[in-house]
C-alpha cells in the first residue's frame, strides 16, 4: 500500500506506477486512468492559479459525484489550497454561511442540478461576498499550461480541508481536517476491507462527503477503481454495478436494501464478484447482514463502519470478523484509534454496559473552524465527545445504540429509538423503519413508528405491530403508541434518517394508543 505525506504525492507516486490502470469509471462510462487523473488535475491547477488560487487560499466546491469532482480536489491540491467540499443538499443559507465563514476565494458550482439553479445561488452569495469568484463546472473543467507551477506542497499537517457537518447547533459547524488525518483513515479502511488493485468499489453516495474523500485516498494507496454515479438510481445503480464487477458495493443501509431486493427479484447473481458491502452513515438493522449473507453467499456481507465528519471511521468491522459481530457491531477500532465509553454518571461504562462513545484517534479532527464549538466537543481528557451511544463487547467490538439525543422520554423512562427500530425491522412486513419521539400531553413524549412496506406485503397494523414486539420481550412502555405507514422514509445523501422531517410531519398528529 502506497504512503504519501499529502493527498499530491500519493496522486504522482501511484500515476507513475499504474499510468495505464483505470481509476474510475461512471454511470456513462466515461473513464479515466491514474495517469490521466494526474495530468488533469495539473492542468486544471495551473487554470485556478491563473485565477489567483495559491497556497493557503479556500475553495468551496459544490458539485456531484463526477470525475470531474475528483480532478478539481486533486487540483487544489496541488497548489497546496485549502479546500470546502459542500454537499448539492445544502442551500444558500448554509453555502453562503460555509463561504463567509471559510473566507472561501473561489465557489465552484454547476450551472443546474437536480432540479436545482445553483448558478443563481452561487451569483447571489457573490454578491454578498466581495472577493468571492465562482467558477461553473458542468463535466469540464478549464485547463492551462502547468509548465509554470510552483513546487507542490510538502507536508500533510496543514488545514486543507473544511468538512461542514450539521448537528446540534443552528450553523452548520466546519471540522478542519488535514492530508494526514484523512490518510489515516483511508489506510485503516483499506486494511480492514483488504482492498487491492483488483477490486472496484461503488462510489454511489455523494462525494463531497468525507467518505468519498476517503476511499479517493484509499484509490490511490492501493490502485483500486472507483464506479461513480451523479446520483442513485435503483435501476440504473444494479445494472452498471453488475456490468462493472463491482466488489465492494457500499455503502449503507438504504443501498444495502435495494442490492438485497434486486437480488431476491432475480434468477441469476447480480453481483458476481462482490465480496463485500461496506457500510456506514448510520446504524443498520442486525437482521440485514444475514439477509445479504443470504443472498450473496459469496460475500462476507455488511461490512460496515461507524464515525462521524470529525472523526471518520472509528471503529470498522474486517473481513475477517465473526458473522455474529459482524450482524450486531460497528467493528473494532481502527488502528491507533483509543476509545473510551462514558456513562451517564461519569463513570468509564464496563464491557457489555452503555455509555457515550468518546475517542482520540489519528484521523480526528485538529477543531472546529470556529473554536468556540471546541470547549463542548472535548472532554477534560481530551477525547472527542461523539454524542452517540454505545456498548462494546468482550473483543472490543462497538455496537450503536442510540444517541444521548435519540432518546425518547416517556413518562421518565429513557427509550431508545435504536432498540425499537432493530426489533420491528424483523417483521416480515417491515421494508425500512424510523422510530420517533412526538411531544405528547399525557407522557411527555411518545414513541410513534413510522414504517414503509415491504414489496409483496400488506400494510402492518398498529394492533400487529403491538403484538409482534411483545413477542420480541419488548418492555410495554417501548411499544410505540402510533404507527404512521408511508412510502418512503426521508433520508439524507448519506444514508441518516431525516428525523427532524418526520417530527414536523407528525407532530400535530393523534396516536393510536394502546
Given at each position: 500500500m502506497l504512503e504519501g505525506r499529502t493527498l499530491w504525492e500519493l496522486v504522482d507516486t501511484r500515476a507513475t506506477l499504474s499510468p495505464d490502470a483505470r481509476m474510475a469509471v461512471d454511470e456513462s462510462?466515461?473513464?479515466?486512468?491514474?495517469?490521466?487523473?494526474?495530468?488533469?488535475?495539473?492542468?486544471?491547477?495551473?487554470?485556478?492559479?491563473?485565477?489567483?488560487?495559491?497556497?493557503?487560499?479556500?475553495?468551496?466546491?459544490?458539485?456531484?459525484?463526477?470525475?470531474?469532482?475528483?480532478?478539481?480536489?486533486?487540483?487544489?491540491?496541488?497548489?497546496?489550497?485549502?479546500?470546502?467540499?459542500i454537499l448539492h443538499i445544502?442551500?444558500?443559507?448554509?453555502?453562503?454561511?460555509?463561504?463567509?465563514?471559510?473566507?472561501?476565494?473561489?465557489?465552484?458550482?454547476?450551472?443546474?442540478?437536480?432540479?436545482?439553479?445553483?448558478?443563481?445561488?452561487?451569483?447571489?452569495?457573490?454578491?454578498?461576498?466581495?472577493?468571492?469568484?465562482?467558477?461553473?463546472?458542468?463535466?469540464?473543467?478549464?485547463?492551462?499550461?502547468?509548465?509554470?507551477?510552483?513546487?507542490?506542497?510538502a507536508s500533510g499537517q496543514e488545514v486543507r480541508w473544511l468538512f461542514y457537518t450539521s448537528g446540534t447547533t443552528a450553523d452548520p459547524k466546519g471540522a478542519q481536517h488535514t492530508d494526514e488525518t484523512i490518510h489515516a483513515v483511508a489506510r485503516g479502511m483499506a486494511e480492514r476491507l483488504a482492498v487491492t488493485d483488483a477490486d472496484r468499489n461503488a462510489l454511489a453516495f455523494p462525494f463531497p462527503h468525507i467518505g468519498g474523500i476517503t476511499w479517493l485516498f484509499t484509490s490511490l494507496m492501493t490502485g483500486c477503481q472507483n464506479i461513480l454515479?451523479?446520483?442513485?438510481?435503483?435501476?440504473?445503480?444494479?445494472?452498471?454495478?453488475?456490468?462493472?464487477?463491482?466488489?465492494?458495493?457500499?455503502?449503507?443501509?438504504?443501498?444495502?436494501?435495494?442490492?438485497?431486493a434486486a437480488q431476491r427479484a432475480s434468477d441469476t447473481p447480480i453481483f458476481p464478484q462482490v465480496r463485500g458491502f461496506p457500510g456506514g452513515g448510520a446504524p443498520k438493522p442486525p437482521a440485514l447482514h444475514e439477509e445479504m449473507k443470504e443472498a450473496f453467499p459469496n460475500s462476507a456481507g455488511i461490512l460496515s463502519g461507524y464515525g462521524l465528519t470529525e472523526a471518520p471511521i472509528l471503529t470498522m468491522a474486517s473481513v475477517d470478523d465473526r458473522d455474529d459481530d459482524l450482524a450486531n457491531t460497528e467493528g473494532s477500532p481502527m488502528p491507533g484509534v483509543v476509545l473510551k465509553l462514558v456513562k451517564t454518571?461519569?463513570?468509564?461504562?464496563?464491557?457489555?454496559?452503555?455509555?457515550?462513545?468518546?475517542?482520540?484517534?489519528?484521523?480526528?479532527?485538529?477543531?472546529?473552524?470556529?473554536?468556540?464549538?471546541?470547549?463542548?466537543?472535548?472532554?477534560?481528557?481530551?477525547?472527542?465527545?461523539?454524542?452517540?451511544?454505545?456498548?462494546?463487547n468482550e473483543r472490543n467490538m462497538l455496537t450503536i445504540t442510540g444517541r444521548l439525543k435519540d432518546i425518547i422520554i416517556r413518562k421518565g423512562e429513557n427509550i431508545s429509538a435504536k432498540e425499537v427500530e432493530d426489533h420491528l425491522y424483523k417483521h416480515p412486513k417491515v421494508a425500512d423503519v424510523a422510530v420517533i419521539g412526538l411531544p405528547d400531553p399525557v407522557s411527555g413524549e411518545r414513541v410513534c413508528a413510522v414504517v414503509t412496506t415491504a414489496e409483496g406485503e400488506e400494510p402492518l397494523a398498529f394492533d400487529e405491530m403491538v403484538e409482534f414486539l411483545k413477542g420480541e420481550g419488548l418492555m410495554m412502555i417501548k411499544v410505540p403508541e402510533q404507527l404512521e405507514i408511508v412510502d418512503t422514509i426521508p433520508r439524507n445523501p448519506a444514508g441518516k434518517i431525516l428525523k427532524r422531517e418526520l417530527q414536523d410531519r407528525y407532530r400535530d398528529s393523534q396516536p393510536n394508543r394502546r
Open positions: 462510462g466515461r473513464e479515466l486512468t491514474f495517469a490521466g487523473f494526474r495530468d488533469r488535475a495539473e492542468r486544471t491547477a495551473a487554470a485556478l492559479a491563473e485565477r489567483g488560487i495559491g497556497s493557503g487560499d479556500v475553495v468551496t466546491w459544490q458539485l456531484p459525484t463526477w470525475l470531474e469532482s475528483m480532478v478539481l480536489v486533486a487540483a487544489i491540491a496541488r497548489l497546496g489550497a485549502t479546500q470546502n467540499p445544502y442551500r444558500e443559507r448554509e453555502v453562503g454561511f460555509c463561504v463567509r465563514q471559510a473566507g472561501a476565494k473561489l465557489l465552484v458550482v454547476p450551472s443546474s442540478f437536480a432540479n436545482f439553479d445553483f448558478q443563481a445561488m452561487a451569483r447571489g452569495i457573490a454578491e454578498r461576498n466581495p472577493g468571492l469568484g465562482v467558477l461553473l463546472c458542468d463535466r469540464s473543467l478549464p485547463e492551462a499550461d502547468p509548465s509554470s507551477l510552483p513546487p507542490p506542497p454515479f451523479q446520483a442513485f438510481v435503483p435501476d440504473q445503480v444494479v445494472e452498471v454495478l453488475g456490468k462493472e464487477g463491482v466488489t465492494l458495493a457500499g455503502s449503507g443501509t438504504v443501498f444495502h436494501q435495494v442490492y438485497l454518571d461519569g463513570t468509564i461504562a464496563a464491557v457489555g454496559e452503555e455509555g457515550e462513545v468518546r475517542a482520540k484517534a489519528p484521523q480526528l479532527m485538529l477543531g472546529y473552524l470556529d473554536p468556540s464549538l471546541n470547549d463542548e466537543a472535548f472532554d477534560e481528557e481530551g477525547y472527542f465527545r461523539t454524542g452517540d451511544l454505545g456498548v462494546l
